[in-house]
């Protein structure tokens, strides 16, 4: 078992910043990879970016490159998310969520576990 606790989250303007952090507790040798996930009110669960846990593969969604970069730190268990020129539309609930194989990183059924989330609200 593997636990996720997501923080970071809050208000903030327009094109200002944000970082997220998802603390991961329990059976973290057997992580393959991290991915963020929003999901705005009335919307599906979307992708935003992913880390492989040796830090040396990543990928975002088309909407958040260039602004948003995803690392981590392995000696504190913990993936970020570093959210720069933020905008109203990526106000949503924040989730982490973590792997243990390889495949489409994208997809969020392919993630074994998740953490309660993080609201992310952008005023305009």
């Known amino acids: 078992q593997v636990q996720l606790v997501e923080s970071g989250g809050g208000l903030v303007q327009a094109e200002g910043s944000l970082r997220l952090s998802c603390a991961a507790a329990?059976?973290?040798?057997?992580?393959?990879?991290m991915g963020w996930f929003r999901q705005a009110p009335g919307k599906e669960r979307e992708f935003v970016a992913h880390i492989n846990w040796s830090g040396l593969s990543t990928s975002y969604a088309d909407s958040v490159k260039g602004r948003f970069t995803i690392s981590n730190d392995n000696a504190k268990n913990t993936a970020y998310l570093q959210m720069n020129s933020l905008k109203p539309e990526d106000t949503a609930v924040y989730y982490c969520a973590a792997r243990m194989r390889g495949g489409r990183m994208w997809m969020k059924a392919e993630y074994e576990y998740w953490g309660q989330g993080t609201q992310v609200t952008v005023s305009s």
């Open positions: 329990g059976r973290t040798f057997s992580i393959y990879a």
